[in-house]
């Protein structure tokens, strides 16, 4: 019998080894992770991305190797499918992260300005994906116009002074203070528009800097131009329910909320509480493509 036992073991097959990775295979994923830096690519379009995006699914091994490109280069691999592509963000310490700073600089020497276009951008979050279940569910598409963010946000203005006039908080501060409370109060000082003497709106304007948010979130793949009424009427992609998902958790956004935004559907905005009594708050972790 024992002769047997050793006889079984020294026929038994040893376990394969993984198989080794190679130059192609690096280059496939890195080839994917480059696909994913292309926002606005879609995958139906492109059958070599489309390939991946299957191996991706179907070889594990690929599948940790791409994520390793990705970590490598500071980027989190928020979801890889047929609707979003191979969707990825910029981790802080990231040479692809987006600072507002920088941002708001590009648009505008006025210091004070960044706050009005992080604002901007908290506020078109807000009006595209208003529930929690608008968050959630994959098949929804929010709308939102450059003239409705502007007028939900003077609408939260005048909302958050009355609030701070009942509990006496001081309602003119230092036009640099940081925070949510400077921004708004700025922003209700600033004109609604304006206009050049080619009769374009003025990029200091509150419906410019919208527009400047606007145009950033499409180039980048967030949202998707749908006319031109309203200041520029725009849809969200899946890629930007999935960066409102999952950056970072704003209490910013949280407060924009509570003041009780309704389910927006065709861009315009209403800051009256909902008939149904929705719970509005937003979902853990909602917030920008940007970093502080």
Not at 26 to 41: E, H, S, T
Not at 172 to 194: C, F, M, V
Not at 264 to 275: E, F, Q, R
Request: charged letters at 25%; hydrophobic letters at 45%.
């Amino acid at each position: 019998m024992s002769e047997h036992a050793e006889w079984s073991d020294a026929q038994a097959p040893a376990p394969s080894a993984p198989a080794a990775v190679t130059p192609a295979d690096a280059a496939d994923a890195a080839r994917l992770v480059a696909f994913g830096l292309q926002p606005k690519l879609q995958p139906a379009r492109d059958q070599e991305y489309a390939e991946l995006l299957r191996r991706y699914r179907e070889d594990p091994p690929f599948a940790r190797l791409a994520d390793a490109v990705a970590a490598g280069l500071g980027l989190v691999v928020l979801e890889v499918s047929p609707r979003a592509g191979m969707a990825v963000t910029a981790a802080e310490d990231s040479v692809f992260a987006v600072r507002m700073g920088d941002y708001a600089r590009r648009t505008s020497a006025d210091g004070g300005d960044r706050f009005l276009h992080g604002l901007a951008h908290l506020a078109v979050a807000a009006m595209a994906f208003p529930r929690p279940e608008d968050l959630a569910d994959d098949g929804y598409i929010g709308r939102v116009s450059v003239n409705g963010v502007d007028a939900f946000v003077r609408q939260a203005c005048r909302r958050l002074e009355e609030r701070a006039e009942e509990v006496g908080e001081n309602t003119d501060p230092a036009t640099d203070a940081p925070g949510l409370e400077a921004a708004w109060r700025i922003w209700a000082r600033r004109s609604a528009a304006g206009a050049t003497k080619d009769a374009r709106r003025l990029a200091g304007s509150t419906t410019g800097i919208v527009g400047k948010a606007a145009a950033f979130l499409t180039d980048s793949g967030f949202l998707q131009r749908t006319g031109d009424d309203n200041g520029g009427t725009y849809r969200t992609t899946a890629r930007y329910q999935l960066q409102v998902r999952d950056m970072a958790g704003s209490a910013a956004m949280a407060e924009l909320l509570e003041l009780g935004v309704v389910p927006v559907t065709d861009g315009t905005p209403t800051l009256l509480p909902a008939a149904d009594g929705d719970d509005l708050e937003l979902a853990a972790d909602a917030g920008l493509p940007f970093h502080s």
